[in-house]
C-alpha cells in the first residue's frame, strides 16, 4: 500500500523537463518507518529513511507529520510530507546527508544539482535567525565511504553555496550548481564542510533539504548573439544610419557602405509593415542648385542598392534636401561633415508605438514594465486571471426572472452546431483576455471541416509573406507578438486558412470619412471626430469584407474584430462594422460576443454574470433560443440584443502560476530550468517551434522566472523548440525536446 502511495505521488509532482535524476529517494518519501521524535543517533534516521545514510552519525532527522517536539516547529515541505532536518553548531558539530548515486560519475562530464533549504519557524526555545550560506556549504561527491564519529567532515563541494544565498525561516531557496567530473565518485554529502587552510565562516543553524536532484547534462545552452533593432518612438520617426560614404562630391556608393545598407535590408525584410523615405542631405559648399541635385542623386543611389537587394520599390522613396535641413554648425569641418549624411524616415511602423521591433523590446522584464502594463505582463508569462468576482450592479429583477429560464450549454459545441449554415461569423475580443483567442483556436479545425476558407483579422495585409512563412512575425499585426495570438494564427496556417485583412488604407479612411458624414446620423455623433473616425473604420472594414465576398463566391469568412465592430444594434443609433457589412452584403453574420461576459481583474463584471457557476465557456439556451443580456436600464423588454450569441467566460484558476485556460489546444505544462545553464534571476525565456527565425519570429510562449524559488511553467505542445534565454547580462540559445 506505502509503495501504491508513493507511486501516485509521482505521478502527481509536475513534469519538471529534467534528465534521469541519480538521487534515490530525492523527497525522503520513501521510508519503512515514520519516527514521532527527532533522532538521537544517526542510524535512527537511517533506519527510517530509504538510501540516506548519516555520514559522520550525528543525528539528521527525518521530519514528517507523525514527528510531534517540543523544540520544532516545522514548516510544510517543498513537496509532498517528509524532509530531511540537519543542525550545524560549529566546527566541532554537524549533521549531514549522505547517499550512493544510481551510477558513478562520469570524468568528463558536466552534471547539474540542485537541492532546496529552508529554517524552521521555532527551534529550541528561539526563533531561528536568518542566515546568509558560505562556499563550504554545499554537496561534496567522493569515492569514499564516510562513516566514523560526529566531527565535522574536511573537503570542498563541487556544488558550493555562496555568501549572497539567504535561508530564512518558512521559505524555501533553491541551492543549485553544475560541476564537472574528475574522478569515478559513487557518494555524495550535503551539508557544512571544513577546509583547514582556508578555515571558512560556518553556518549555524536549524536547515530543512528536500527535492535533491542530480543529473548528467544532454544539451548546453551555449552563446548566442541576437540581432539588433533601431527603436523608433512614434509613428514616424528617423534613423540616421552611420557609415554610409560615397566620393566625393559624387552620387557613387562605396564598397563601405553595403555593410550599414545590408543591415537595413535585413530589418525591412524582417518587418514588411514598414517603409522607408531615403533622404539625401549635404552641407553648404557650393550653390543650392548643385547641392539638391546632389542630395536627390546619392539618395536615389541608395534606393536602387535596395532594390538590388530585393526590397520592393513601393515600399521606398527617395528625396534630396540639399544643405536645407543641417544639423550641425556649416561653419567648421566637423559640423559640415554631419550634414553631409542619409537619414530613412521610417513610416507604416510595425507594432504599438511605431517601433522596429527585436524581440528585447516586446518581451521585457517585468522591472522594465510599468505596474499596470498588463499586455506587457501578460506577454512573458504573467497573465491576470481573477478567482474572485468584484461586486456588479444589481441586475433587475425582469432580466433575473428571464435569465433563470436558461441553462449553460458548451459554448465550443453551440457555436460549431451554429456555424454549419453560416457564411460569415463575427466574433468579438479583448486583447487583454488572450483566452479569447485560446477559444477561437478551439473552433478553428472543425470550422474548417464545414468549410469555412478565410480567417480576417485587422491589420494582418502589412506582412505578404505570412502564408509562404507559415508563422507570425513580430509585426505581422498589431497583436501578433502575444505568443497565444500567434499560435492562433499558426494553425489558422496549417489548416489551411487564408488570412485576409479588412483594415482600409489611408485612401478608403478618407473616402469612407466623405461618406459617413453624409449619413443619416445623429449630429452628436458626427461631431465627435473620434467617433467619426471608428465609425468611418467601420464602414471601409465592412466594404472591405463585402468585396472578399464578391471576389470570392465559395469563401466562408471568420472575421475576428474589437468588441463593438461585432455589435449589430446600439443604444446611440450607431451602425458598427457587423451592422455595415449586413447593409452592404445582405448577408445576416453570425455576431458572438464574448468580451462583456469576461471577468476582468479590477473590474466589475456584467450585472447579470453574478448568476453563473461556470467551470468552461458557455452559452446560456432555452430550446434553440439564447440568452444576451440586454442592460436593464434601457427597458429590458424593448431592449434588441447586440449580438446574436453571448459567450460566458468562466473566472480563469491558476495552474503552475498560469491561467488554467492556457492548457488547451495541445498544450502541456513544461518547467525549465534556468540555473542548469549559468543564468542570473530574473530569466526570460522565448520558446521558438524548431526552424523558425527567433530574431523576427512569435515564440510559442515566454515566461520570466524571477529567481529560484519560482516554477512557473511553459506551456507548449509536444515538439521541438530553441530556447532563447535571457537575464540581464547575457543571452544563451539552447535546442529542447518538449515531450
Not at 77 to 102: C, H, Q, T
Request: a neutral charge; charged letters at 25%.
Amino acid at each position: 500500500m506505502e509503495k501504491l502511495r508513493y507511486i501516485l505521488f509521482l505521478l502527481c509532482l509536475p513534469m519538471l523537463g529534467l534528465g534521469q535524476n541519480l538521487i534515490k529517494n530525492p523527497g525522503f518519501e520513501q521510508y519503512d518507518h515514520l519516527p514521532s521524535f527527532m533522532s538521537k543517533l544517526g542510524k535512527d534516521f537511517e533506519k527510517s529513511v530509504k538510501y540516506w545514510v548519516v555520514p559522520n552519525q550525528a543525528s539528521t532527522d527525518l521530519i514528517s507529520p507523525r514527528l510531534e517536539s517540543k523544540n520544532l516547529k516545522g514548516i510544510p515541505p517543498r513537496s509532498g510530507k517528509n524532509m530531511a532536518g540537519i543542525v550545524i553548531n560549529g566546527d566541532f558539530w554537524s549533521e549531514y546527508l549522505g547517499i550512493k548515486l544510481k551510477e558513478p560519475l562520469v570524468p568528463g562530464r558536466q552534471y547539474y544539482l540542485e537541492f532546496w533549504m529552508s529554517m524552521p519557524r521555532f527551534y529550541s526555545k528561539r526563533k531561528p535567525v536568518p542566515t546568509y550560506l558560505n562556499p563550504h556549504f554545499g554537496a561534496l561527491f567522493s569515492d569514499k565511504i564516510y562513516h566514523f564519529d560526529k566531527r565535522i567532515l574536511h573537503g570542498q563541494p563541487q556544488v558550493a553555496c555562496s555568501e549572497q544565498i539567504f535561508i530564512e525561516p518558512g521559505k524555501w531557496t533553491k541551492i543549485s550548481g553544475t560541476f564537472i567530473a574528475d574522478t569515478t565518485d559513487t557518494y555524495m554529502y550535503i551539508g557544512q564542510f571544513w577546509d583547514k587552510e582556508q578555515k571558512p565562516e560556518l553556518a549555524i543553524g536549524y536547515y530543512f533539504i528536500d527535492d535533491v536532484y542530480l543529473e548528467a547534462f544532454r544539451s548546453t545552452a551555449v552563446d548566442y548573439e541576437p540581432s539588433r533593432y533601431y527603436q523608433i518612438e512614434g509613428q514616424v520617426a528617423s534613423v540616421i544610419m552611420d557609415n554610409i560614404y560615397f566620393e566625393t562630391d559624387r552620387h557613387t556608393l562605396l564598397p563601405e557602405s553595403y555593410v550599414e545598407l545590408n543591415k537595413l535590408v535585413n530589418i525591412m525584410n524582417k518587418n514588411p509593415g514598414i517603409n522607408i523615405q531615403i533622404q539625401g542631405h549635404t552641407d553648404s559648399q557650393g550653390s543650392e542648385l548643385h547641392n539638391l541635385s546632389l542630395s536627390e542623386r546619392r539618395s536615389q543611389a541608395v534606393f536602387d542598392y535596395l532594390v538590388s537587394e530585393g526590397i520592393p520599390a513601393e515600399r521606398l522613396q527617395a528625396q534630396g534636401f540639399g544643405f536645407s535641413k543641417p544639423v550641425a554648425d556649416n561653419r567648421s569641418d566637423e559640423g559640415r561633415q554631419q550634414n553631409r549624411r542619409v537619414e530613412f524616415v521610417v513610416s507604416g511602423a510595425t507594432a504599438k508605438g511605431g517601433e522596429i521591433l527585436g524581440p528585447e523590446q516586446v518581451y521585457r522584464f517585468s522591472s522594465q514594465l510599468h505596474p499596470e502594463d498588463y499586455w506587457g505582463r501578460s506577454c512573458i508569462g504573467q497573465e491576470r486571471w481573477c478567482e474572485e468576482k468584484i461586486v456588479a450592479p444589481e441586475a433587475s429583477l425582469r432580466e433575473r426572472e428571464e435569465f433563470r429560464k436558461y441553462s449553460p450549454t458548451t459554448a465550443h459545441d453551440f457555436v460549431l452546431r451554429r456555424s454549419e449554415n453560416e457564411r460569415v461569423l463575427f466574433i468579438n475580443v479583448d486583447s487583454q483576455s488572450p483566452q479569447h483567442w485560446v477559444f477561437i483556436q478551439n473552433l478553428l479545425k472543425t470550422l474548417r471541416e464545414q468549410g469555412f476558407t478565410h480567417l480576417a483579422l485587422p491589420g494582418s495585409s502589412r506582412d505578404k509573406e505570412l502564408s509562404n512563412r507559415g508563422y507570425p512575425v513580430l509585426s505581422s499585426t498589431p497583436e501578433a507578438y502575444h505568443p497565444v495570438y500567434g499560435s492562433l494564427i499558426r494553425k489558422a496556417l496549417q489548416l489551411e486558412f487564408e488570412i485576409a485583412s479588412y483594415s482600409p488604407n489611408p485612401d478608403q479612411l478618407r473616402k469612407a470619412d466623405n461618406i459617413i458624414r453624409k449619413q443619416k446620423l445623429p449630429a452628436a455623433l458626427l461631431q465627435d471626430e473620434e467617433i467619426r473616425k471608428q465609425l468611418a473604420q467601420d464602414w471601409a472594414s465592412a466594404l472591405n469584407l463585402t468585396n472578399l465576398l464578391r471576389k470570392r463566391s465559395d469563401a466562408r469568412v471568420l472575421v475576428l474584430c474589437s468588441e463593438t465592430q461585432a455589435q449589430e444594434h446600439s443604444e446611440d443609433d450607431r451602425v458598427y462594422m457587423a451592422s455595415w457589412f449586413k447593409r452592404f452584403s445582405q448577408i445576416d453574420p453570425l455576431s458572438i460576443d464574448q468580451v462583456r461576459m469576461t471577468p476582468r481583474c479590477g473590474q466589475p463584471t456584467a450585472p447579470i454574470y453574478a448568476y453563473t457557476r461556470l467551470t468552461a465557456p458557455s452559452v446560456y439556451t432555452k430550446k434553440e433560443a439564447v440568452f444576451v443580456e440586454r442592460p436593464s436600464h434601457t427597458g429590458y423588454a424593448n431592449r434588441r440584443a447586440d449580438f446574436d450569441v453571448q459567450i460566458y467566460h468562466p473566472n480563469a484558476s491558476s495552474l503552475h502560476e498560469r491561467p488554467s485556460w492556457l492548457q488547451s489546444n495541445g498544450r502541456k505544462a513544461f518547467f525549465f530550468n534556468p540555473d542548469k545553464h549559468q543564468m542570473s534571476s530574473p530569466c526570460l525565456i522565448q520558446a521558438y517551434h524548431q526552424g523558425e527565425e527567433v530574431d523576427t519570429a512569435v515564440p510559442a510562449d515566454v515566461i520570466e522566472i524571477p529567481d529560484g524559488r519560482t516554477q512557473r511553467a511553459l506551456m507548449l505542445v509536444p515538439g521541438p523548440y530553441t530556447f532563447v534565454l535571457r537575464d540581464l547580462q547575457q543571452y544563451k540559445k539552447l535546442e529542447v525536446q518538449v515531450k
